[in-house]
């Protein structure tokens, strides 16, 4: 052993003393794991809120201020400069509540389950099953006939967390029965929206942003403008029932489906289905991979 570390001494000092490569000892790599491990939950965080749409957009300004730099656009590199200090504090402003909801999660999180992950044989699940997505359309198109005003939010990938808690917690299996009696006139949870996550419904009345988007149709309430908003802020899917039409309209990435039948519908449910299920699929594929290397 001293003999291979001498070699490799002599080998460094004759080959490789221009590289002047540090001396990495186990703290170091302590410390790297460590913010490795913080960078990838906060990514992780990002990714589940509104803020990954922002941090997108981040990226875009900070390649303009590479370029800038690489050119020596003075100009501009003194406005980014004056800008960063304002920027951190509107940024804290902004995502208060979700910096306030990453916290909380922080503080119940179990870092050993988190890091450690032993179920790699389990196959993708769908986000809702076809049985749910069955379910609503038939409440939605029933509840149409009668005219009755529904607001029903689905949540994809970033979480609606800070809109559930503005509602009342349910834990309920999706039924068209249940959505129909949810949204029955003079009933305590008629008003507002519910949101559903998976097959359950998690919380009803639930207040939600409304749109400011100035090209929408004059004659839309503010049932359809609450389902433009969360749409806006978010990658839900929100389905709205006219309470003065019948009519059942879709709210996707900002824009609305006015009019919709339930093969639109079904179709729309079923892509987001699909691509959710096909990432899944790809990253199982990719965890497997890595577990074949391992073991070679």
Known sequence: MQNLM?????????????MNLPNVTKTDIVEIAIIAFLIYHVMLWFKKTRAWMLFKGLLVILVFVFIAALFQMNTILWIAEKAIGVSVTALIIVFQPELRKALEDLGRKNFLSSIITFDFSKEPQEKISEKTINELIKACYEMGKVKTGALIVIENEILLTEYERTGIALDSL??????????EKNTPLHDGAIIVRGDRIVSATCYLPLSDNMELSKDLGTRHRAAVGISEVSDSFTIIVSEETGKVSLAVGGMIYRNIDADFMRNKLMFMNKHETDQSRLEILKRRLRNVKKTR
């Open 6 to 18: 001498g070699v490799l001494g002599a080998f460094k000092e004759k080959y490789l003393i221009w």
């Open 174 to 183: 999706v039924s068209s029965q249940l959505l129909i009696n949810i949204f």
